[in-house]
C-alpha cells in the first residue's frame, strides 16, 4: 500500500486564549499539540496530540486533557495548532474524520508514544504514512529557528509493519539561504 504524505504547518506556542483567538478566525479541521510538564515532571515534552473537524468546538475548557493543563498551569502557554496543507486524500470518505487528519495524529501518538493518547499508542497506523512537520509562530509568516521540543521529528516515515519507522531530526550541516543566492550570476 502507497504511503499518505501530511505536511502539517504548526503554529504556536499558544496559551488558551490566544488559540481561541487563533481559531475563530483562522481554523476549521486540523491537529493541535499539547507541550509541557504536567504535575511532578521536570522537563517540558510532548504530551498529546488530538484531532477535530472543528477545532473552535472541539478546544475548548471542557477537553479532558486541556483542562487537566489548564489545572494545573492557568497560564499555560504550550499549545500548538496544527495545519494540514498537503493535498487531502482523494476517494470516498470512510469516516467521519479526514483519513489524513486521522494518520498523521496517530503516527504522533504511537511513534513518539506521547503519555496522556491512550488509544492511539496502542497500535501502529493502519496504513504507512510520511509526516513532515513544520513549526512557525503566532504571525503566521516568521519560521521557528528552533523546534518547540527536542522529541518533536521534523519527520516520520512508516512505510508498512514489515519495515522499521525513521524519525528524522533534522540538524548537522544546514544551509540557510533566501532562493535567489543560489542563482548563477550571469557572466
Do not use: C
Not at 106 to 129: D, G, M, S, V
Request: proline content about 8%; hydrophobic content about 35%; overall charge positive.
Amino acid at each position: 500500500m502507497k504511503s499518505i504524505t501530511a505536511i502539517i504547518e504548526w503554529f504556536g506556542p499558544y496559551d488558551f486564549a490566544g488559540a481561541k483567538e487563533a481559531m475563530a478566525k483562522d481554523y476549521g479541521d486540523g491537529l493541535y499539540m499539547f507541550v509541557g510538564k504536567l504535575g511532578g515532571e521536570s522537563r517540558s515534552k510532548l504530551q498529546y496530540v488530538g484531532i477535530a473537524k472543528n477545532l473552535r468546538s472541539r478546544l475548548n475548557a471542557r477537553h479532558p486533557i486541556l483542562a487537566q493543563f489548564l489545572a494545573e498551569h492557568p497560564s499555560y502557554k504550550g499549545l500548538w495548532l496544527g495545519e494540514v496543507v498537503s493535498p487531502r486524500t482523494p476517494g470516498k470518505k470512510l469516516k467521519a474524520t479526514d483519513q489524513m487528519l486521522d494518520l498523521a495524529e496517530w503516527a504522533h501518538a504511537y511513534f513518539l508514544q506521547l503519555p496522556l493518547n491512550t488509544q492511539k499508542r496502542k497500535t501502529p497506523p493502519e496504513r504507512p504514512i510520511v509526516v513532515y512537520n513544520r513549526w512557525w509562530k503566532t504571525d503566521y509568516q516568521t519560521p521557528h529557528s528552533v523546534r518547540p521540543n527536542g522529541a518533536w521529528p521534523d519527520l516520520i516515515d512508516w512505510v508498512g509493519e514489515d519495515y522499521p519507522v525513521k524519525l528524522a531530526w533534522f540538524g548537522g550541516k544546514f544551509i540557510n539561504k533566501h532562493a535567489e543566492e543560489f542563482k548563477t550570476p550571469n557572466p
